[in-house]
């Protein structure tokens, strides 16, 4: 088989045929991949049959894996192992959610704009999302381009932005959907990190802005100011310019830089369709602040 790499748009997104992903790859293959990731920051491999072992496997070729949020929660039965994160809209004998069910509360933060993991100290490289099932409208994952939002900020505004670094912390996405339901233990294993606003993208060396509804100030400045700061970046960044929405298909994989890119989930008729997705995380190396060489303001 031959590698084939379709850009979905001119420089983001990317779909992927001719690899099968439930074998080893061939010699040179995860190059390509790579390259691929590197340039488009969004990869869609068809018509992928995979088993969970399967997607782990492949997903640990570009580094080690995330342990899911959801092993800390209180609500914790999963039905999945604890390097799958939990995206489905399903309970731990894969039926719907109820309309009340703390689950799904928690899950509608990821209809905002975010990066994974960027509420932990080392965010994430990567994520894997795979599909078992979709509802037949709705439920669409859309991928912001952080990069060319950044190109496209005036010199003014990128001057301004060098060096800041935001805290992120789960709780305050999930304060942003009316959900603040956590337990005095659960807010402890997630104390807020600090992440910079721009970043360098290791694998292409282009400037980026590394935003998520998870950031809610900027460190050293007056609250409000930072606040009003984040959002007006991330209206800017998610102009439709910068954004490829991703129609799942069943057998879908889906992959993404994180580091340069955000993505939010679609709404759909989550009471009456099933939408079974589960995400592998490929952790990052070190932190950003470390990565940027910032200095913390004390
Ligand atoms: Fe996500």
Known sequence: MTVVVSPLTPGFGAEIAGIDLRRPLDEGYFEIIEDALNRFSVLVFVEQALTDQQQIDFSKLFGPLETSVTAIRRDTKSRLRPDLAEVSNL??????????????????????????????????????????????????????????????????????????????????????????????????????????????????????????????????????????LLAALITHSTQRQFVYTHRWRVNDLVMWDDRCTMHRGRPFDDLKYKRDVQRSTVSDEITTVEREGVRLVA
């Open 91 to 228: 309970d731990e004998d894969s039926e719907i959610l109820g309309a009340d069910d703390r689950r799904r509360m928690y899950n509608l933060g990821n209809q905002l704009w975010h990066t994974d993991s960027s509420f932990k100290k080392v965010p994430a490289r990567a994520s894997l999302l795979y599909a078992r099932a979709v509802p037949p409208y709705g439920g669409c994952t859309e991928f912001a381009d952080m990069r060319a939002a950044y190109d496209a900020l005036t010199d003014d505004v990128k001057r301004k932005l060098e060096g800041l670094v935001a805290e992120h912390s789960i709780f305050c996405s999930r304060a942003k959907t009316g959900f603040t339901d956590f337990s005095k233990e659960e807010r402890e294993q997630l104390p807020p990190v600090p992440q910079v606003v721009v970043r360098t993208h290791p694998g292409s060396k282009r400037r980026t802005l590394y935003l998520a509804s998870h950031a809610d100030h900027i460190i050293g400045w007056p609250l409000e100011e930072g606040r009003k």
